[in-house]
């Protein structure tokens, strides 16, 4: 394709992507901008509601594993039927749980001592009377094998906890304690925060009673939604309903959007809240961001295209520099190196060395195994070289079973080693083809680049040491 249609089927391209993504956002936008409030009431916040929720479903349902798998652990059922014999045993186990699943804290409570073990060591002696308590012994009368309830640690006085509390029952089906983990509240304001940044909405939960249990940092006033100004009104009508949306207005007449929706496992109401002026701005920022990932798209359609010509590009040249079976250069590129090498080493002062190799009797080897068994010879011979020569020596294919190596600053002393060691190892590998393995060997000559010889000279004198291997019998290296 000449240039100057190249570059006007470049730029055609770039603007029809760009005004394309361009009318999209655009026209999303101002749909979205119509029917702003029925989105937000009746998709947007349950949405984020549910998201908050279904995130803290998977962080109890991993917990209740846990839990699930502690309950059920062999080791804690031996231990406590073996009448709870060394206690720092049950101990070191718990601190491996809560060290491995990162949690809050990790427990077990044994029914026949109501010792309350924990990572720290035993913490308590659960007591019937105590309301503190009261839990354990709910949980051991429950049909249920657990059960979650947010209380304060017992290890931890000040940390308000989410508990997986779970029965542990013998190999007979009678009960012998509770084990579990805990989860701080804190990670579910984390969760909070992270969504209140990420929507620009206010997120909080509230309990039976009204108040106010985990929030955002930015949520600030009364601790009550009965004492929140404008919301007041619906208070009741949200701490009634399992799920509502409602909006109301604050005393400044801003109109705020409400999703309220019951938590069981937690017993709180998870409050979802958008400011009017909030959701306006996110859709023009929406819009913004999608005309920024327009740009970037057609960024990368562009990229991807050049990267994908440029690739077929190499391979083309690669089709024509190199040999396909063996992957060694061929004459052409060979002699463009031949000269740049040589004349490099002229410069310097330096040695260059031209080593022909032959496979020995390849033709005999084609007319018993056949071409494609000639040609895993030819691919295996190659792929020996390559584990020899330096990277500044080049290694063509010059034609048949006939290969060159040019190797930049070796003398003949430097040459012949590194064909010896060719040789040997050609000799030593065993070139399979399918069940039959076929002897290889190599005959090779080896000739020093003389000032201002010309490829064809050096080449007839490297020749010339190559058959003289020949007629000493093969599989041998003979020097020009």
Known sequence: MPYPKKSYFIAGLISLLVLGFLTTSVVSYLVTEDSLSDRIAEEALPLTSDNIYSEI????????????????????????????????????????????????????????????YHPDGIVK????????????????????????????????????????????VDYEGN??????????????????????SRYGRQ?????????????????????????????EKMSMHILTSPSTSLTYTKPDGEKVYVNSRLVPEFDWYLIVEQAESASNTRILNTLFINIGVALVITALVLAIAWFSVRGYQQKLE?????????????????????????????????????????????????????????????????????????????????????????????????????AERIREAVRHHPFQFGSKQIPVTLSIGIARHLPHEELTELLKRADTALYASKNRGRDQVSLA
């Open 57 to 116: 479903e998977r962080d109890l349902l991993r917990s209740i594993l846990i839990s699930s798998l502690m309950a059920q652990d062999t080791f804690v059922r031996d231990w406590s039927l073996d009448g709870e014999k060394n206690p720092e045993r049950i101990i070191r186990y718990l601190e491996q749980i809560q060290e491995r699943y990162r949690t809050t804290t990790s427990f077990f409570i044994s029914d026949r001592t109501y010792r309350y």
């Open 125 to 168: 002696t659960l007591d019937s009377e105590a309301p503190a308590d009261a839990w354990y012994f709910r949980v051991r009368d429950i049909n249920d094998h657990y059960e979650i309830n947010i209380d304060w640690d017992t290890a931890d006085r000040d940390r308000l906890s989410i508990f997986i509390n779970y029965r542990v």
């Open 175 to 196: 009960f012998l304690g509770v084990t579990g983990i805990g989860l701080s509240v804190n990670s579910v304001a984390e969760l909070i925060e992270s969504y209140q």
């Open 203 to 231: 997120i909080y939960f509230v309990d039976r009673e009204g108040s106010i249990t985990v929030r955002g940092s930015d949520i600030a006033g009364a601790n009550r939604i009965q004492d929140r100004p404008g919301l």
């Open 318 to 418: 690669e089709m024509a520099t190199t040999d396909k079976l063996t992957g060694a250069a061929n004459r052409h590129v060979f002699e463009m190196i031949f000269k740049h090498d040589t004349a490099s080493a002229m410069r310097r002062g330096d040695s260059v060395s031209l080593i022909t190799v032959d496979i020995d009797r390849f033709k005999e080897i084609n007319d018993t195994y056949g071409h494609a068994g000639g040609d895993a010879v030819l691919s295996g011979f190659a792929a020996i070289v390559r584990e020899y020569f330096r990277d500044s020596d080049t290694f063509c294919r010059w034609g048949g079973d006939e290969f060159l190596i040019l190797m930049s600053d070796c003398d003949l002393d430097c040459a012949t080693k590194a």
